[in-house]
Each structure stands twice: as C-alpha cells, then as structure tokens.
C-alpha cells in the first residue's frame, strides 16, 4: 500500500505542474524566478542528502520537484518578469543564508528545519505576486502538488521529524499558494465583471 502511494504521489506530483510549464510557455503565467531559483536548489540538495540518509520517499518527491521547478526555471527566464524587487532580493538573500545553515549543521533536526525555512522564505515571492496579480498564476497546479504531498506523507513508514517534515510543508505551502491564488481570482472576477 505505501509503495502504491508513493508511486501515485510521484505520477501525480510530476504531472500536476505540466498545465502551469505550458502556461507559462504561452505566457499565461509568470513565475516568480526567485521562488524556483530557491526550490530548485533546495530540492535538489533535499534529494540527495534523502537519498544518502535512505529516505526513500522523501527522495522521490524531492526528486520530482527538483525536476519540475528546475525546468519551470529554465521557462520562466522565457518570459518572466526579470526585475528584481527589494522582495526578491531579501528573500533571496535569507533563502541563501538559510541554506548554508542547513549545509553547516550536523543535526538532522535543525537542517530540516533550516530547510523548510529556506523554502518558505523563498515562496514569499509567489505569494506576494499571487496576492498583486493572481491572473498570472495558475492555482490548479499548487492544490494538485499539496495533494500528490499529502500522498508522500501518507507512503512514509515511520512517520518522524526528519522523515515527514519537508513533505508536509509541501502539503501546507502548495495548498495555501493554491488556495490564495483562487481566492484573490475569485475577488477580482466579483469586482470586474
């Protein structure tokens, strides 16, 4: 059963942000470039400290998004917006800081922990820009990631910090991403009709 959620997870997670890369080929969506930039990086590092820890099933998830954020990167510099806000810079700045304290740490504990601040720090961009223009984000994409997360979580055999905290951050940023984005298109189609 937990290999059958884990494969799910992966199937789903991977697919679930294919709409938002054809988005934003068409332009429809404009990625925060400092958000995948950070998730990127984060994921990737993520995959392979799971990998050499055994952690199989966060390995695979933290695989996958490596993969989907680095090529919605590689997108996004297509037609992004490239400026820079003092946003961007800031979190940027703390994502990076961050992450070498997660690199320099020797405890598990506070380099999950440092990880999931990294990443947070690195969606205050999206959020921000979901907030200012929800038209040029896409929600689907971020609920159906929160869900194949909630899946990974689920698939894991001994449910400890180490072992389910990223996943579950994952479940809760993909789906308040999600769910802000739907809610602030919502408000503007009840003002703009």
Do not use: N
């Amino acid at each position: 059963m937990r290999q059958a959620l884990l494969i799910a997870s992966t199937i789903i997670a991977t697919v679930s942000f294919l709409p938002y890369m054809l988005d934003v080929i068409r332009g429809k969506v404009k990625p925060r470039i400092v958000t995948f930039f950070t998730w990127s990086l984060i994921c990737f590092i993520s995959t392979f400290a799971a990998l050499s820890a055994h952690a199989y099933s966060s390995a695979v998830l933290t695989g996958v998004s490596a993969i989907v954020d680095f090529s919605i990167l590689v997108l996004a510099f297509r037609g992004a917006e490239k400026s820079f806000t003092i946003l961007d810079i800031a979190c940027q700045a703390l994502a990076i800081v961050g992450i070498i304290a997660w690199l320099t740490t020797k405890d598990p504990l506070w380099a999950i922990a440092f990880t999931v601040f990294a990443d947070f720090i690195g969606c205050i961009p999206t959020y921000h820009h979901a907030w200012v223009k929800p038209s040029e984000e896409a929600w689907h994409s971020f609920i159906i990631f929160g869900f194949a997360s909630l899946l990974s979580v689920l698939s894991i055999k001994s449910l400890t910090f180490t072992s389910a905290a990223f996943p579950i951050y994952f479940v809760l940023s993909g789906l308040s991403i999600g769910l802000e984005i739907m809610y602030r298109q919502a408000k503007i189609l009840t003002h703009h009709p």
